[in-house]
């Protein structure tokens, strides 16, 4: 496997990969589920530019709005069959997590742990 490997400081010398940078519109999705139904809420996007005109870095958390456009129904179905139905199948199994994932430039990029 490529990409920038950064030890962490932990007893069982764990690493953190940093495999490629990912350029473009982010979204969030949050799904609730009973451990097999699964419903998902729409997707949000952060909105807020550092700079004036809308340019710059996202600033992150000082704002949102929802439904966000690069959510396509397309999208939607990926995060359903890629993301959250495995994560809710491997909850049952192991127990809960927090998830998140970034969707650039309308494709996903998903890595399993």
Do not use: W
Not at 52 to 72: C, H, R
């Amino acid at each position: 496997m490529g990409g920038l490997r950064l030890p962490l400081a932990t007893p069982t010398g764990d690493e953190v990969v940093v495999e490629e940078l990912l350029v473009g519109p982010e979204i969030s999705v949050l799904a609730f589920s009973d451990g097999y139904t699964i419903i998902p809420l729409s997707a949000a996007q952060d909105h807020k530019r550092i700079g004036e005109g809308d340019t710059g870095l996202n600033t992150g958390g000082m704002g949102a709005y929802a439904p966000a456009p690069v959510a396509t129904p397309a999208i939607m179905e990926q995060i359903a069959r890629e993301t959250l139905k495995p994560t809710i199948d491997g909850m049952r199994r192991e127990g809960p997590l927090l998830t998140s994932l970034p969707c650039r430039n309308r494709n996903l990029k998903c890595h399993s742990t």
